[in-house]
C-alpha cells in the first residue's frame, strides 16, 4: 500500500532519544514523498484533534534535545470505545494512513488496539526502563543510566568527605536494569533488583567488615519496584543499615531527575535507526510491530509475541496468552527467558564480586 500521510506521536513517560526517533520518522518519510503529521500529547492528541504539520526544518536540531517535543500523556480515555472512535475519526479527517507511536510497553497497547482498528500502526522503544524483552535496548536507557552515575558520583564526594553510606533509589518500574548496570558501573557495594532477593544480612556483614578493613564510604542502589511500586524498601533498607552497621546512612531518591537531559549518543544512534525503520516497515505494507535492537541489529518483532514474551519473562503468563502461537515460538520464548534471567544473574553477582 502507498501512504500519503503518517501520524507521529509519542506516548507515555518521556525519554531522552523521542525527539531523534520523530526526526528520523519525519525526514525517512519526507524522503519518500509521505507528508507527516505530529500528534501532540500522545494519544489525547488524537482524541483532541491535536495534529501539525512537520517539516524536515520543524525538527532541526531536536536530536539534542531530551524530553518530547511532541508532548506525551498517559492517556486512559484511549482505552476506551469512546476515546478510540474519537481517534479514528481524526485520522480519517486529516486522511492520516499510519501511525508510528514512540513510547514502552503502554505505547505499544496503544498501537496495537489502533492496528486492529484499521490504522496500521509500528511501535518504536523510548522508555528509560529498558523492560520490554524483545528488544535488548530501549531508547532513554542510555542517558538515564549516564545520568545516575553522574548522580551517584556527586553523593560519592559527600559520602567519602563524611564517611556515610548512601542509598540511592532508581527509577525502572518493575525492572532492575538501571540500577543493576549503574551499581556496577558506579562501584556499589550492594545492588537491589525486583528480578533477585536481595540478602539484607549479608549486605550488613559486608559494611562492617569492609568498614572494619578501612572503607570510609558505600554506595548501595535500589531500584524502585524492590518489594512492590508501593514499597519503601530503599528508605527502610537505610534505616535498618544504620541501625546494624553503626555507620551513618543517608537515602536519596533520584526519581524523575534521571527522566531529562540531553540524549547520549547511544541513544541518538539508536533513536534514529528504529524511527527510520518503522517508516521502511510501513513502506513495505507492515504494521503491528515493534521495531527492536536485537544483536546490534534493528528488527521488527511481532508487537503480540512482543507482549507474550514479557508475560513469560515476568512470570505473568495466563491461560491462554500463548495459542496464538507455534511451539517453535514457544521455545524460542523460553530459550530466551532463560538467557536474560542467567544475564541478570550474571551481572548481579558481578556487582557483588567486585564491591570490596
Ligand atoms: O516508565 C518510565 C518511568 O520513568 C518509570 O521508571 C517510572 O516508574 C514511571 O515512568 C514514572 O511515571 P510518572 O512519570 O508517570 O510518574
Redesign the pocket.
Known amino acids: 500500500m502507498k501512504f500519503r500521510k503518517i501520524g507521529v506521536l509519542t506516548s507515555?513517560?518521556d525519554?531522552p532519544g523521542m525527539n531523534a526517533s520523530v526526526r528520523a520518522v519525519v525526514r525517512t518519510a519526507l524522503e519518500n514523498g509521505i507528508e507527516v503529521l505530529g500528534i501532540i500529547g500522545g494519544y489525547s492528541g488524537l482524541i483532541n484533534d491535536k495534529v501539525i504539520p512537520l517539516t524536515a526544518r520543524d525538527v532541526s536540531n531536536s536530536i539534542a534535545k531530551g524530553g518530547t517535543l511532541l508532548l506525551t500523556d498517559?492517556c486512559d480515555e484511549f482505552k476506551t470505545p469512546e476515546g478510540m472512535a474519537k481517534a479514528i475519526e481524526t485520522c480519517k479527517k486529516h486522511h492520516i494512513d499510519a501511525i508510528v507511536a514512540i513510547g514502552?510497553d503502554g505505547t505499544f497497547r496503544g498501537a496495537t488496539d489502533l492496528t486492529n482498528h484499521g490504522i496500521p500502526t509500528i511501535g518504536v522503544t523510548g522508555?528509560?526502563?529498558n523492560?520490554i524483552s524483545a528488544t535488548d535496548y530501549t531508547v532513554g536507557f542510555d542517558t538515564a543510566m549516564n545520568t545516575v552515575i553522574e548522580m551517584v558520583d556527586r553523593l560519592r564526594d559527600t559520602g567519602e568527605s563524611h564517611a556515610r553510606c548512601m542509598v540511592t533509589e532508581v527509577?525502572?518500574?518493575h525492572c532492575g536494569e538501571?540500577a543493576l548496570l549503574t551499581g556496577i558501573a558506579s562501584g556499589a557495594v550492594a545492588v537491589a533488583i525486583p528480578e533477585i532477593d536481595f540478602d539484607v544480612e549479608a549486605c550488613i556483614k559486608k559494611m562492617i567488615q569492609l568498614r572494619a578493613e578501612g572503607k570510609r564510604s558505600f554506595q548501595i542502589i535500589v531500584s524502585?519496584?524492590v518489594g512492590g511500586?508501593k514499597s519503601d524498601f530503599g528508605e527502610e533498607l537505610a534505616e535498618i543499615l544504620e541501625e546494624r552497621t553503626g555507620i551513618e546512612t543517608r537515602f536519596n531518591r533520584l526519581g524523575?531527575i534521571v527522566?531529562g537531559g540531553i540524549p547520549t549518543l547511544r541513544d541518538r544512534l539508536a533513536a534514529s535507526r528504529m524511527g527510520a525503520k518503522a517508516v521502511d516497515l510501513l513502506l513495505e505494507g507492515k504494521s503491528n510491530l515493534v521495531v527492536c535492537e536485537i544483536d546490534s541489529d534493528i528488527v521488527p518483532v511481532d508487537i503480540n509475541y512482543s507482549f507474550a514474551l514479557d508475560k513469560m519473562y515476568k512470570k505473568k503468563l495466563k491461560d491462554g496468552d500463548l495459542d496464538a502461537f507455534t511451539e517453535e515460538q514457544i521455545k524460542e520464548m523460553r530459550e530466551f527467558c532463560a538467557r536474560k534471567t542467567a544475564y541478570v544473574k550474571e551481572l548481579y553477582d558481578l556487582a557483588n564480586a567486585l564491591a570490596k
Open positions: 507515555g513517560g525519554a498517559r514502552g522508555t528509560i526502563d523492560d527509577m525502572g518500574r538501571i524502585e519496584g511500586m524523575h527522566r
